[in-house]
Every structure is written in C-alpha cells, then in structure tokens.
C-alpha cells in the first residue's frame, strides 16, 4: 500500500496538531509522576478508604493515570491521522 503524499503545510499542520497532543500529555506525565511525590506529605493529611492520599496516588492513581493517558494518546493520534488521511488500517 503506498504511503500518502502530504503538501507541506499539510504536513506541517499534521505535526503541530501531533506535537502538540506529544507535550500535553508529557507535562500530564510528569504530573502524575513526579507532581504527586513532590507534595505527598501534604497530600496525606487526605484520607480517603482509610489510606493517606499521598499513598493512593503513589500506589494507585499514577498507574491509573498511566493507562488513561496510554489510551487517550493511541485515540487521539488515531483522530489526528485520520483527519490528515495517513491513518494505518
């Protein structure tokens, strides 16, 4: 199957929308990575089910938050392909 041909701005268009989708769900990333565990002491004064807040998102909520976002960037970059006629089948 051939690869289709984009213009330049076409492909320059496709790239912003792709990069775009790239650094936002980076900076959501390091949020959920890093944000979380930079404020856990305060986040423990939060108890929900009995755990510490700080402790759920370290334990639970990143990897929650992992497999959203892992979700989220397939669909997303799906959308933004087919919008620019590149998508795979």
Known sequence: MATPKLTRDQAEAHWR???SLMWTILFI???ASFGVHFFAV???QIVIFGFPLGFYMAAQ???IVFVILCYWSSTAQNR???EFGVAED
């Open 17 to 19: 929308k792709t990069s």
């Open 29 to 31: 990333w390091f949020l």
């Open 42 to 44: 305060q986040l423990n």
């Open 61 to 63: 909520g990143s990897l």
């Open 80 to 82: 933004i392909d087919e």
